[in-house]
């Protein structure tokens, strides 16, 4: 694949409703990471998956946010009885390890959830 | 845990001048820094990179620094243009985990 890409790209949603995000990252990448990003805001922190160990999750910011990584691939980040401060974008990034060390991530396009 | 002081927030320069953008870190163990920038409307992307066995690197017009002693490295961009105009974001990665730990970011307004 040419690089990450998340669906769906936009998702609008009624309060009290569970949404899925999903992400594909770049083949081969061990790693992969969700982020939200509120309107001229930066990047929060949500999530973190490498290899086979357990993810970290201190970033999630309630017990309403969940996400599991199948395979070593695919993503989906879960989000049950959604909030309108909810609403941002929602950036999977992947990157890869090389020589002891991480390398740069790449970002998918992004997926902006709109909580009526 | 690992945390990134980003610093300025918003940096205004005219076209031509030299904008620069630093960020220390708290984590010695950390060997990886990269720079990602974000224009309006779309996703980072990754400009320059870094790593803690090498003090400086350029491409072009843009610069990193290094000083692995004070845990601070930084951003240089010369002769600015007006499409450098964007956030820009610097970040850590840790040798435990290769978890990225990223700055609050720096919105760059370059005046023509």
């Known amino acids: 694949g040419a690089g990450v890409s998340q669906s769906p790209s936009n998702k609008v949603t009624e309060k009290g409703k569970d949404v899925e995000l999903r992400c594909d990252p770049i083949?081969?990448?061990?790693?992969l990471y969700w982020y939200r990003q509120s309107l001229g805001q930066g990047l929060e922190f949500l999530i973190y998956?490498?290899?086979?160990?357990?993810?970290?999750k201190s970033g999630l910011p309630s017990d309403r946010f969940s996400a599991e990584r199948t395979g070593g691939s695919v993503s989906t980040l879960t989000i049950q009885r959604t909030q309108q401060e909810d609403s941002a974008v929602y950036l999977c990034a992947s990157s890869s390890v090389a020589g002891g060390q991480g390398l740069g991530s790449f970002f998918g396009p992004g997926t902006r959830l709109t909580v009526l | 845990g690992e945390n990134v002081e980003q610093h300025p927030s918003t940096l205004s320069v005219q076209e031509g001048d030299s904008a620069v953008i630093k960020c220390t870190y708290s984590?010695?163990?950390?060997?990886?820094f990269p720079w990602y920038k974000q224009e309006l409307g779309k996703r980072p992307q990754l400009i320059i990179d870094?790593?803690?066995?090498?003090g400086e690197k350029k491409d072009q017009r843009i610069a990193v620094t290094l000083n692995k002693t004070a845990k601070h490295f930084s951003l240089h961009i010369t002769e600015t243009q007006p499409e450098d105009s964007a956030v820009y974001f610097c970040?850590?990665?840790?040798?435990?985990?290769?978890?990225?730990?990223f700055g609050a970011g720096t919105r760059l307004f370059v005046k023509a």
């Open positions: 870094i790593r803690s066995n090498v």
């Open positions: 984590d010695s163990a950390s060997n990886y």
């Open positions: 083949s081969g990448h061990t790693a």
């Open positions: 998956f490498q290899g086979n160990s357990a993810p970290d």
């Open positions: 970040a850590a990665s840790t040798t435990g985990g290769f978890k990225t730990i």
